[in-house]
């Protein structure tokens, strides 16, 4: 992947943004970056970062070919953050759907600091 600006929309570039944790397995510090992470880990189709970053309780839930199939099948345009505390973020995910119809994810996640690591834990959507 050639270094380019980020997908989760900071303005940076891929390495200096989410490419640290995609590409050069650093922590994400703050549940926010992790959360334009794990936005930057389904535009380049990265199911395992997306799964490893879950917590380990809720990752029953998901499946690595769902995740891919979701990330795929959609055309990941923009991020965009409302608002985020320590632990949640708020934010609307816009894409375009198989069919080429523009779609907006909106979430308000919650996130959960262990062992020096953030996690993903769950969302509420509506
Ligand atoms: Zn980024």
Redesign the pocket.
């Known amino acids: 992947m050639e270094n380019s600006i980020?997908?989760?929309?900071?303005g940076?570039l891929?390495d200096d943004?989410?490419?640290l944790y995609l590409r050069n397995n650093q922590k994400a510090l703050s549940a926010l970056a992790l959360m334009?992470?794990r936005?930057?880990a389904y535009a380049t189709h990265n199911a395992d970062y997306l799964l490893e970053t879950t917590y380990i309780t809720e990752r029953k839930y998901y499946s690595k070919a769902e995740i891919l199939k979701w990330a795929t099948s959609n055309k990941w345009q923009k991020l965009e953050i409302l608002s985020f505390t320590e632990n949640t973020v708020e934010f609307k995910a816009y894409f375009l759907n198989a069919e080429n119809v523009p779609q907006i994810h909106y979430e308000f996640s919650t996130f959960k600091f262990e062992n020096g690591t953030w996690f993903y834990v769950d969302g509420k959507f509506e």
Do not use: A, N, V
């Open positions: 980020c997908f989760c929309d900071t940076l891929f943004c989410c490419g334009r992470s936005y930057s």
